[in-house]
Each structure stands twice: as structure tokens, then as C-alpha cells.
């Protein structure tokens, strides 16, 4: 794609809760989970979009994404991001992809 602007892919935080489905990959026993992301997108709504289609073509049931900002509005916020956070997000930046960096099953009500 050609943008005309100069608008710069940035990377956004997002927690994407997922519920169950066929050959998701989660634990058998779990009702679903949350799971932390680092999005590429010239905004959040783009990084969003970017994230649900990535679970839905890995076979999960994405049912909400909340989003944490960039990461010049989380430093901006005094949210403490390590090098490692850092080097995931540039991971994300460089393959203009989605890194799924924790995943945390639910399990009971």
C-alpha cells in the first residue's frame, strides 16, 4: 500500500480477552483467557483490527480488546517498561506483526 502521508507505524499494548474454541491451543480446563499483545498500526484502531484477525486466523474467539496506548503515551502515563517489553514491541515494529507476549487462561466462574 501506498500511503501519501508519513504517517509512522507505531506499536500499541493491548490485552485481547479470548473465549474457547476448536484447536485454540489453550488448556483444556480453562473458559478462555486474556492475552497481552504488542500490535504494529499508524493508529490504535488499525493495531486492533490487526490483533483480531491475527486470533481468528490462530483459531481463537477474540470477544473484546482493550487498548494501553503507544508507547510514548505509556512512558508519557509512567507505566515501567523493561528492556525486555521493549525488544518484543520492536520485534512487533520490525515484522509489522502481532507478538503475543503473555497468555493467561481463566479458569472457574
Same mark, same amino acid.
Given at each position: 500500500?501506498?500511503h501519501?502521508?508519513?504517517?509512522e507505524?507505531?506499536?500499541? #499494548?493491548?490485552?485481547?480477552? !479470548?473465549?474457547?474454541?476448536? =484447536?485454540d491451543?489453550?488448556?483444556?480446563?480453562?473458559?478462555?483467557?486474556? %492475552? &497481552?499483545?504488542?500490535?504494529?498500526?499508524?493508529?490504535?484502531?488499525?493495531?486492533?483490527?490487526?490483533?483480531?484477525?491475527?486470533?481468528?486466523l490462530s483459531?481463537m474467539?477474540p470477544?473484546?480488546v #482493550?487498548?494501553?496506548?503507544s !508507547?510514548?503515551?505509556?512512558? =508519557?502515563q509512567g507505566?515501567d517498561?523493561d528492556?525486555?517489553?521493549?525488544? %518484543? &514491541?520492536?520485534?512487533?515494529?520490525?515484522?509489522?506483526?502481532?507478538?503475543i507476549?503473555k497468555?493467561?487462561?481463566?479458569?472457574?466462574?
Amino acid at each position: 500500500m501506498n500511503h501519501s502521508n508519513k504517517t509512522e507505524q507505531q506499536i500499541f #499494548t493491548l490485552i485481547a480477552e !479470548v473465549g474457547r474454541s476448536k =484447536d485454540d491451543g489453550l488448556p483444556a480446563e480453562c473458559s478462555g483467557a486474556a %492475552l &497481552m499483545c504488542y500490535s504494529c498500526g499508524i493508529d490504535e484502531a488499525e493495531a486492533v483490527r490487526e490483533t483480531i484477525n491475527i486470533l481468528k486466523l490462530s483459531k481463537m474467539a477474540p470477544l473484546s480488546v #482493550t487498548g494501553y496506548g503507544s !508507547v510514548k503515551e505509556r512512558t =508519557d502515563q509512567g507505566h515501567d517498561i523493561d528492556d525486555k517489553e521493549y525488544d %518484543l &514491541m520492536e520485534k512487533a515494529k520490525k515484522e509489522n506483526s502481532v507478538v503475543i507476549c503473555k497468555i493467561t487462561p481463566f479458569f472457574g466462574d
